[in-house]
């Protein structure tokens, strides 16, 4: 039998904890063949952290010098969430981080995990270079890639990756550059006239010159579904299909509660407009 590949998977997050963060360690923590790392400048006390949860204190500023030192040239990040472009780019800049590690990965905390192994098996990893969980982009909330230079330096073949980098403005380069609606309606994203040359041109480029082994599936919930339960550390909607995470882009949008919750069954439900115990 294969051995489990070594997995990384790392999130920046800068301000105030949110709502969704226990939701989010209590499904890392049913991964526990998974480390998980959250690069943060919040200094409060976060409980309940699993074993597999290591929280890095770093401010912006240091990850701005670092990184342009890495470049040779000056990065740009006036405000948090411009950090979503640097995505692709976090195994170049934290290589200290994914050292010793098969594949690393960027994901965001507004996701409850399912049985994260049981989609990306050892056998699957084999033979890829990066995942993504949607079939049509590549994915800011969650994107695995395997630990080589080829893959941890790929952001660098955009044209357009020094613009992206260096101007405040932020341009959805890990993803599409906010082509979404286009490419779920069946559309190339060598058909759409985008600002600049996203990740998804790079991966889906990759893709037919087979310079890149890449896996597109949509293997995970978000929206507005409802009907869906984490049970055990599995996602499964209506009683019969898993996902390997819940996104909870949406539902975040309607649901606020002002209290984390003092604890988290094994089995909770996911409304399409809240999260519930029974």
Known sequence: MR??????????????????????????SYNSNIDFIIITDN????????????????????????????LNFNINIDYPYKLCDFKPAYGFMFPELIKGYDFWGHCDLDIIYGDIRSFFT?????????????HDYTTGCFGLYRNIDLMNNYFQKSKDYKKVFSESKHYCFDE?????????????????????E???????????????????????????????????????YRNKYEAVMYHLFWLKKKF????????????YYISSTRIYFK
């Open 3 to 28: 051995a489990f590949d070594k997995i990384i998977l790392i999130t920046c997050w800068y301000g105030e904890y949110p709502w969704y963060l226990p939701y989010y360690l209590h499904s890392c």
């Open 43 to 70: 200094t409060d006390e976060v409980p309940n952290l699993p074993e597999n949860v290591k929280i890095i204190l770093k401010s912006l500023p240091e990850i701005i010098s670092s990184t342009s030192e890495k």
């Open 122 to 134: 050892s056998e699957l990893l084999e033979n890829y270079d990066y995942l993504s969980v949607r």
């Open 176 to 196: 599409c550059s906010f082509a979404w609606d286009y490419l779920v309606d069946g559309s190339s994203i060598f058909d759409i006239e985008t600002e600049i």
């Open 198 to 236: 996203s990740f998804t041109h790079l991966m889906k480029q990759a893709e037919l010159e087979k310079t890149v082994r890449t896996y597109f599936d949509f293997i995970l919930m978000e929206g507005f579904e409802g009907h869906l339960k984490f049970e055990k550390g599995k996602i499964i």
């Open 256 to 267: 606020k509660p002002t209290t984390w919750p003092k604890k988290i069954p094994e089995t």
